[in-house]
């Protein structure tokens, strides 16, 4: 059974950053790909980034270009997303998911359970 745990969630002003990890247990996931998902209030969910085990990087949406970046470490089964410059709209819960293949698909195989991230303005 393969478990992922957000943390690093919380509040921050506009123009502020966060850094969200997460922690994968269970099966070995480093043939796995991993990237991280939000979901705002009303909204549905959206995905983001993706790496997969070679460290090729995905960007999926461009309204987070040039401020997220995602990366992993196999050896420790964590992927990490880095996020600077981040806007109110950036206001969501932030899920990380793990995806069989070298592509993180838009229904991976495991989710965590997430993380809030408010930005204030």
């Known amino acids: 059974q393969v478990q992922l745990v957000e943390s690093g969630g919380g509040l921050v002003q506009a123009g502020g950053s966060l850094r969200l990890s997460c922690a994968s247990s269970?099966?070995?996931?480093?043939?796995?790909?991993m990237g991280w998902f939000r979901q705002a209030p009303g909204k549905e969910r959206e995905r983001l980034l993706g790496i997969n085990w070679m460290g090729s990087r995905t960007l999926y949406t461009n309204s987070v270009k040039d401020r997220f970046t995602i990366s992993r470490d196999n050896a420790k089964n964590t992927v990490v997303l880095q996020m600077n410059n981040l806007e109110p709209e950036d206001t969501a819960v932030y899920y990380c998911a793990a995806d069989r293949g070298t592509m993180l698909s838009s229904t991976p195989d495991y989710w965590g359970k997430g993380t809030l991230v408010t930005v204030s303005s």
């Open positions: 269970g099966r070995i996931l480093a043939d796995y790909s």
